[in-house]
């Protein structure tokens, strides 16, 4: 089992930045590939970007690439989205996921989730 705890949401107008963490205890964090992926009301989970165990490789969604960065501290067994120049249709909660892919941008090859937080973008 990974427990996985994410932190860092909130609310921020629109140009704004945010850093999202995700806190991982349990099996050993660098087994795993980590990914973002977000939820709007109405609409189904879906993904932002990934990371690969080591973290050399990374994907993007296209809605958020120049914008979003994506990176991982193993020896703090933490996840990070810094999220920058955002936008109104950024808003969402946030879940940190974790696989055992080689990295992964399908939700349902996620193992593990962490409970979500919020992203509030405002005008």
């Known amino acids: 089992q990974v427990q996985l705890v994410e932190s860092g949401g909130g609310l921020v107008q629109a140009g704004g930045s945010l850093r999202l963490s995700c806190a991982a205890s349990g099996r050993t964090f660098s087994n795993y590939a980590m990914g973002w992926f977000r939820q709007a009301p109405g609409k189904e989970r879906e993904f932002v970007a990934a990371i690969t165990r080591t973290g050399p490789f990374t994907l993007y969604a296209d809605s958020v690439k120049g914008r979003f960065a994506i990176s991982r501290d193993n020896p703090k067994n933490t996840m990070y989205l810094e999220m920058n120049s955002l936008k109104l249709e950024d808003t969402a909660v946030y879940y940190c996921?974790?696989?055992?892919?080689?990295?992964?941008?399908?939700?349902?090859?996620?193992?593990?989730w962490g409970q979500g937080t919020q992203v509030t973008v405002s005008s």
């Open positions: 996921g974790a696989t055992t892919q080689f990295i992964s941008v399908v939700r349902l090859q996620y193992d593990y």
